[in-house]
């Protein structure tokens, strides 16, 4: 395989190689071989599919695939021999001229770049620590019965824990929303479901009771026509329902899949769930520790141009699905993503800095930790066992996971090797956000 490679730029490269093509039709020819002895084609017995049928029915597929593995296979190899650090994917296509016998193709990708000395000595890390208490178990009870509670309607005017039956219709000038009848929905007060001015104004009122408010909306409310203006805002109350919480007994227990009914074991159980929830906390208060520090010491770096870029725009994205789910309807403009160009920053050279110290060190995946983290996931479904067999099934699902516990693995080892404090948090500031 001939290889050339030349330089775009301070982290870009352009590598062309040629291949024989007598290795893909040699491939290919092998391939088509074996499907005519195993397919089964109506109006053929079993390994009696002529040639000719076989490459009319599956040639292109096989072709292509096999023209994708030779690329890949060429590729990496060339990187190999050559000593690259690839960042991202690179994007190949074929070349314009080949000689005769050859194919020839050009792959265009940035590199890794020249992170000098990383003396992770010098870096200063909090590792958090918490325990999951007495009260956090009791704490996740009361919300277990949250959501198990029922309601019953009263005459009485609605307070905070209700939940309310509610019309509500908007005026904006001249303009009416809707322009017709009444918006109905029902909102427990005090869960910030509503505008907070109008779950305010449902306080105190019994059924068939109405108000006008005053409201001001702010510029990114998720209801663009009153996004920025301000409303009256109508509400008459349909109905107040209080809630009826239920009892922590033997078959308030096993709803929960503890079959004994006992207090004792649905606590062990809870305080698992509690355990495992707090160990992902901790972590992403860890990686968010190194990742600041790592940006700080290696600020002044250049990073891969187009790297940066298609970062900016996954964050875009998930941005705007984001909202699309709280249902807003964002207007994406072609240069929206150039707001996350400086996250996507951190994040790409964080991952790059992970990726080099992993290298470096010849650190290795851990298969057993790769295993734990798998169990863990799963035992937060009713089947475990399915979960664990889709991931062993799905390449895609495993690798990943895969590349989740190296992260972590990297992420310890660094905070490890860093001066670093440790910082007692409670559970529930534990798993709270991060400012």
Known sequence: MQVSVESLGSLERKMTFRVPSERLDT?????????????????????????????????????AEELDRLLREGFDQAIRENELQIAGQPRIAPEGEAGEGELAFTATFEIVPDFGSIELENL?????????????????IENLRLQRR??????????KGDAVDVETWSQIGDDRLPAEGAERGVTVLGSGAMYPEIEDALIGLAKGEEKAIEVSFPADWRV???????????VKVEQVSEQQLPEVDQAFIRSFGVKSGEMAQFRTEIRSNLERELKGALMNRLRREVGEQLVAAFAHVELPPKLVESEAKSLLRQTVEQARRNGQNPTVADDAHNEFLEPARKRVLVGLLVGEVARRNQLKLDPKRVNETMRLIASTYEEP??????????????SGLQNRVMEEQVIDWIAERAKHTEQSLSFQDAIGPQG
């Open 27 to 63: 491939q290919v020819g092998g391939r088509l071989r074996e499907i005519a002895r195993t397919t089964r084609l109506k109006g053929f017995r079993p390994g009696k599919v002529p040639a000719k049928v076989v490459e009319q029915r599956f040639g292109e597929q096989v072709r």
């Open 124 to 140: 200063e890390v909090v590792r958090h620590t918490a325990e999951v208490a007495e009260d956090d178990i009791d704490r996740m």
């Open 150 to 159: 029922s309601w019953s309607a009263v005459t009485r005017g609605a307070q």
């Open 224 to 234: 663009p026509q009153l996004a920025g203006k301000q409303a009256t805002v109508h």
């Open 385 to 398: 066992q399915q979960v664990i067999e889709m991931y062993r099934n799905d390449p895609q699902l495993m």
